[in-house]
C-alpha cells in the first residue's frame, strides 16, 4: 500500500506511514458476522479509501480475529485508523460522518445497519516499524506492560528491529512494528503494542512455537526478562481481511 500497517498492512503494516492511529474495537455475533462485513467491505471502505485519496486519512485496515482458539469473548473485529498527526483525530476531522458517508455513497448511512456492540476506542502513537513490501496475511498482536516503556522501545529500536529486518522473509514474516498506547490507561492496562504480521497461518504457528530459536548474538544482550518478567499480557492472532490503498 503506499502508504501501505497495515498497517496493518498491506502488510497491518499497512501501519508503517502512520505516525498516530486509533483501534475501534467490536463484537459482533455469528449471526451477523456476514451482514456486517459486507457493509464494511462493500461500503464503509469506500469512504475510508475516498478520506485517504483526500489526504484525511493515511490508511484503514479491518481485522478478524481468528476464530477457535481459545475461549474467546472479547472484540472480534478491529479497525484501525492511521493519521499523520494527532489535530487529524479529533472529532471534527473525523471522516466517517453521516454527511460524507451519504456524500461519499450516494445513500443514507442510517439504512446500512449491519449489527455489532462497539466496545471502545484506543490511540495509539508508532514508535518504529518494518514492511517487507510483500501482503501479509495474518497479525500476531502482543500487547505488553514492560517496567520501563522507555527502555523497552529503544531495545526494540536498537536490538529487535535489526534482527528482524535481517530475517524478514525467511519464515513467512513480511512486517514488524511497535506502539506506544496514548490514551486510555488503567492500573492494569497494556501501555506498548507490538505485531508481527505473516503470510499464512501456518507460518504463524511456527514462529509462535518457537521453530526459529533466537541466536545468541540476541538471547545474551535482551533485557526483556527484566523488563517483562510476566511475559506479554496478551498475543493474539487476527486476519486482515480489507484494507484501503
Known amino acids: 500500500m503506499k502508504k501501505l500497517l497495515f498497517l496493518l498492512f498491506l502488510s497491518i503494516t499497512t501501519y508503517s506511514n502512520s505516525q498516530v492511529f486509533y483501534m475501534d474495537l467490536m463484537r459482533v455475533e455469528s449471526a451477523d458476522q456476514t451482514q456486517f462485513e459486507n457493509v464494511q467491505l462493500n461500503h464503509y471502505q469506500k469512504v475510508a479509501q475516498d478520506a485517504v485519496d483526500k489526504g484525511n486519512l493515511i490508511n484503514w485496515v479491518m481485522l478478524r480475529k481468528v476464530s477457535g482458539i481459545g475461549n474467546y469473548e472479547g472484540p472480534n473485529y478491529i479497525f484501525v485508523n492511521g493519521f ?26 442510517s439504512l446500512l445497519t449491519s449489527g455489532g456492540t462497539h466496545l471502545g476506542r484506543y490511540f495509539y502513537k508508532q514508535e518504529d516499524y518494518l514492511d517487507s513490501g510483500n501482503m501479509g496475511k495474518y497479525v500476531i498482536m502482543n500487547r505488553a506492560k514492560p517496567t520501563n516503556n522507555t527502555q523497552f522501545i529503544e531495545e526494540n529500536k536498537t536490538l529487535w528491529k535489526p534482527y528482524f529486518k535481517k530475517n524478514m522473509g525467511k519464515n513467512g514474516s513480511t512486517g514488524w512494528g511497535i506502539a506506544s498506547r496514548i490514551a486510555p490507561y488503567y492500573e492494569d492496562s497494556s501501555t506498548i503494542l507490538t505485531w508481527d504480521v505473516f503470510d499464512s497461518m501456518t507460518n504463524v504457528m511456527k514462529y509462535l512455537a518457537g521453530e526459529n530459536p533466537l541466536p545468541t548474538s540476541i538471547a545474551n544482550k535482551t533485557k526483556m526478562g527484566e523488563l517483562m518478567p510476566k511475559g506479554f499480557k496478551a498475543i493474539e492472532i487476527w486476519e486482515i481481511i480489507g484494507s484501503t490503498n
Request: negative net charge; glycine residues 4%.
Open 84 to 109: 499523520q498527526k494527532i489535530e487529524n483525530i479529533t472529532e471534527d476531522e473525523l471522516w466517517y460522518t453521516a454527511n460524507n458517508t451519504k456524500k461519499v455513497l450516494g445513500i443514507d448511512p
